[in-house]
């Protein structure tokens, strides 16, 4: 692995920290993400237009979109292979979010019965959750209210009724609801839903593309709500409900002389675990020649403790393999999702340990270290103590930490953003916010979620298309690596706003910024945290369309994943185009082989719930798309 000989990848990251540590990792001759795409290369036509199959043994078959073959051995053709390929990769994305969500449930649940370690810190969210969920708080204690939140959410994952999912019907507007009961999409039983969905696009079942299609919108909903909005939840009861916090972003935030542990996946059940006794521990890091412990985070476990511990952010997908690259970090502890197995590989060329933390995301040649929620805080004490003890084996003539970093705030939670816009208008929070829509200050705003894909330069994609938009006036809140990579480039700090953003927007986030007592103006771009908290933007778009008295799909925003590589992000933003919300993807997905699937994708779902896809792998073209059709909206307003 240390004898890889590749060439240098600079140009493929706009990120000058990256360019810095690929250089690096070309002179030591360490294997990264992207020599691993090279090779890769060139990757499979028919894979990349979804006409590839291989649900049963009689093939792998394929479709030739130019002759023959029409149809696989068994009939199958490319609309169908295609459509079935499509529900699979959501079904991937909704079960990773559920299970999360799950994971999160039963820490909750254990916590409440005095079982775990884990304090409930979010008591605002038991009260404003118990009332979402119709239950009683007469004469409860939190713990108790607690249990019984956990009950109703295991209730949905357990139930064996035709009834819609509890969580759902209890967070979405009656019209929503209608709609997806027409379209016969409202989802059950999360589990059941992922099963059938299994079942549905096995050899021999459905053969219906447009049925197929409807299943994706199906699962797309169990990810929005069995996912992203009890996953969210639940952790802001467990954590605490996020408010605005300053921190750092990039590669700078490591190091030199102390301990650097980073976090890294997607629960916090670990990360919190591991900031709280690296405080608790730092004196014994102190003894081992060290200047103390610093914690940083990748992806979204990274944004889990900024947005609550002002943790900073090393960086995200793709600049994995990097941190370790630095030669200083002494630990990267994961858990589930998003980390590359390539991790062992690239540690074992320096002194880092990589610790697993879950049943199910073990690496070969990792130190596994199991986390239950009833021994979390045993497990955290032997995790940070394993990277005071690897510091010692730190070699001064391979570190190198690039200076790059810059201000970043995150925590901006529904509850945040409301309580600020109070600060304007203490009787009716969200009339400031919708004003300055209507006057134009704000001309609409966009959720800028997803990933990072090597297929793309390394944040580019985002950073370009997210400036045109601040010229123009939209208002942008981020989630999961995009929140990462816009950090790291200024876009989550109050000088960003005047960096990028137009003087009408300009003028409204400092206004915001001076009556909430900054001083200075808000960040032109909000972090909401990470991939489950997608749902802290659906509840946004709820509250202003209720405050509106119209539907999600007649305002004036749009949604958008400039550089997704995951299942999930396919299945975050199902779930978008289901709430009625044109959603941009800037990496070309798997479907291009069906005209019927892409005709349906990116136009006739409009009819159906309000929502399509837009596909534009230009940044500057889709600002341009997502202008379009920010102002057709306003314009049908009339507005």
């Known amino acids: 692995m240390c004898e890889f000989n590749h060439g240098a990848h600079s140009h493929q990251t706009l990120d000058p920290a990256a360019a810095e540590m690929l250089e690096k990792a070309n002179r030591e001759n360490v294997q990264t993400v992207w020599d691993r795409f090279e090779q890769q290369k060139p990757q499979c036509g028919f894979g990349d237009l979804g006409l590839c199959c291989r649900n049963c043994l009689q093939g792998p078959c394929r479709i030739n979109p130019f002759g023959e073959p029409k149809t696989a051995i068994c009939g199958a053709d490319a609309d169908l292979i295609v459509a079935r390929n499509l529900l699979r990769t959501i079904v991937g994305g909704a079960a990773s979010h559920a299970d999360h969500s799950y994971m999160a449930i039963h820490c909750l649940k254990e916590a409440a019965e005095g079982k775990a370690p884990y304090p409930l810190k979010g008591v605002e969210k038991i009260q404003s959750v118990a009332a979402k969920l119709g239950l009683s708080t007469q004469g409860k204690t939190d713990n108790e209210l607690a249990l019984e939140i956990a009950h109703v959410a295991l209730a949905d994952f357990g139930s064996y009724s035709d009834e819609p999912m509890k969580w759902l019907t209890a967070t979405v507007a009656p019209e929503l609801l209608e709609t997806w009961k027409q379209l016969g999409i409202l989802p059950k039983n999360p589990d059941r839903e992922i099963r059938t969905a299994m079942h549905q696009t096995s050899m021999g079942v459905d053969g219906s593309p447009l049925n197929l299609l409807l299943s994706s919108l199906k699962l797309g909903l169990v990810d929005g709500y069995a996912g992203l909005q009890m996953g969210t939840d639940v952790q802001d ?153 690897a510091y010692a084996k730190r070699d001064p003539a391979k570190v190198q930490i690039p200076t790059h970093k810059s201000e970043a705030w995150g925590g901006f939670s529904v509850e945040t953003i409301v309580e600020t816009l109070a600060k304007l208008d203490p009787v009716s929070p969200l009339k400031p916010l919708v004003d300055n829509i209507i006057a134009g200050n704000i001309l609409g705003a966009v959720g800028v979620v997803g990933c990072n894909n090597v297929k793309a330069i390394q944040d580019q994609q985002t950073v370009e298309m997210v400036k045109d938009l601040l010229a123009n006036n939209v208002l942008v809140v981020a989630t999961g690596c995009t929140a990462h990579a816009l950090a790291k480039y200024g876009f989550l700090s109050p000088a960003g706003a005047k960096k990028y953003a137009g003087s009408k927007l300009l003028s409204v986030l400092t206004a915001i910024g001076e009556a909430a007592g900054l001083n200075e103006p808000l960040p032109p771009v909000l972090h909401m945290g990470s991939c489950v908290d997608n749902s802290r933007i659906g509840d946004l778009l709820g509250a202003l369309a209720g405050y509106l008295s119209i539907s999600i799909k007649d305002l004036p925003v749009a949604a958008s994943a400039p550089e997704l590589q995951h299942e999930k992000a396919v299945s975050i933003g199902t779930w978008a185009v289901a709430l009625g919300v044109m959603t941009h993807v800037g990496v070309v997905p798997p479907v291009l082989g069906s005209p019927l699937v892409t005709k349906v994708l990116t136009s006739d779902l409009e009819g159906l719930t309000g929502g399509k896809f837009f596909v534009e792998t230009d940044p500057h073209l889709a600002a341009e798309g997502i202008l379009a059709h920010i102002l057709a909206k306003r314009k049908a307003l009339g507005i």
């Open 237 to 389: 009861i467990l954590f605490g409900i996020p408010y605005p916090i300053k921190t750092e972003a990039n590669l700078g935030v490591l190091s030199p002389d102390k301990v650097n542990i980073v976090v890294h996946g997607h629960m916090p059940e670990v990360s919190e675990k591991i900031v709280e006794w690296a405080k608790k521990l730092d004196n014994e890091a102190i003894e081992a020649g060290a200047a103390g412990i610093n914690i940083a985070g990748i992806c979204c476990s990274g944004n889990e403790v900024l947005m609550r511990q002002g943790i900073p952010l090393a960086g995200n997908y793709l600049s994995q393999e990097l941190a370790i690259i630095t030669g200083a970090v002494e630990l990267m502890v994961v858990d589930v999702q998003c980390f590359m197995p390539s991790l062992t590989k690239v540690a074992s060329c320096y002194h880092t340990k990589v610790v697993t933390t879950t049943p199910i995301g073990q690496l070969p040649d990792a130190e596994h270290i199991p986390f239950t929620p009833e021994n979390a805080d045993m497990k955290a004490q032997e995790t940070v103590r394993l990277a005071i003890a």
